[in-house]
């Protein structure tokens, strides 16, 4: 699945960088109803985790309450060059990955 | 002595009246309130909640609720020794209480997610942080939506 990731490409050692991911998702609420009133099941993603260079920075659990499309924001410190790895995990086996890099100075 | 029938009718009616008691105070609880103070209480425990340290930013006013841009942010160093272990945010009318977990760490240099939610009614969204010495924070922020997401029809 397609996902957006905006990190920095450069930044200097200690510097707090702000990492935004977006993917594309329907996260189905399991609430709504078709018109002839049968129920749509839920399809969402349960779960966000993100990795620089192997060690876990930040971690999300969602629930239906979040929109589709699911969009995140949140902040690291720029501690070495590398790589960043976004997991997204969701029902029906639902998993999707995307990495980033990073030159850290 | 046999009791009478008198004496057995008072002694059924009073059962009755003591067992109708709960059903009669529950009634006027709303459920989704209850549901979001359960919710909170999962993740809290008996901690006592404090104002303050938080932040959340949402519009007061949405149109449309199926998604509604939000920023929550806590001050706080983000320190070896003080930092914040978690964000949680909630909501009361929605089908279920929770929103989202956030979990952070000291590397995470700045306490600040965003993200976009969505939101059935006009109610009230509460945010709350968990530090690093297990003390809770919260901030609640009122939001009046004009098109309801999450339970309409699909086309």
Known sequence: MAALINVPAKAKRGDVIEIRTLTSHIMETGFRHTADGALVPRDIITSFTCRYNGTEVFRADLFPAIAANPYLSFFTVAKESGKFEFEWIGDNGYSSTASASITVE | ?155
């Open chain 2, 1 to 155: 002595m046999p009791t009478t029938r008198r004496q057995f009718l008072s002694i059924a009616g009073g059962a009755t009246v003591a067992g109708t008691i709960p059903i009669v105070t529950l009634r006027p609880l709303e459920a989704t309130p209850a549901m979001l103070s359960t919710a909170i209480r999962n993740v809290v425990g008996e901690a006592q909640i404090r104002a303050g340290k938080i932040k959340l930013d949402i519009p007061p006013l949405v149109e449309n609720g199926n998604t509604v841009p939000m920023t929550v942010s806590v001050a706080s160093p983000m320190t070896a020794n003080d930092y914040v272990k978690s964000i949680h945010i909630f909501n009361e009318k929605n089908p279920q209480p929770n929103i989202g977990n956030f979990h952070l760490n000291p590397a995470s240099g700045r306490a600040q997610v965003s993200t976009r939610i969505r939101l059935a009614d006009t109610q009230k969204v509460v945010a709350i942080a968990r530090l690093s010495d297990d003390t809770f924070w919260q901030v609640a922020a009122d939001i009046v939506v004009t098109l309801a997401a999450c339970t309409e029809e699909m086309n």
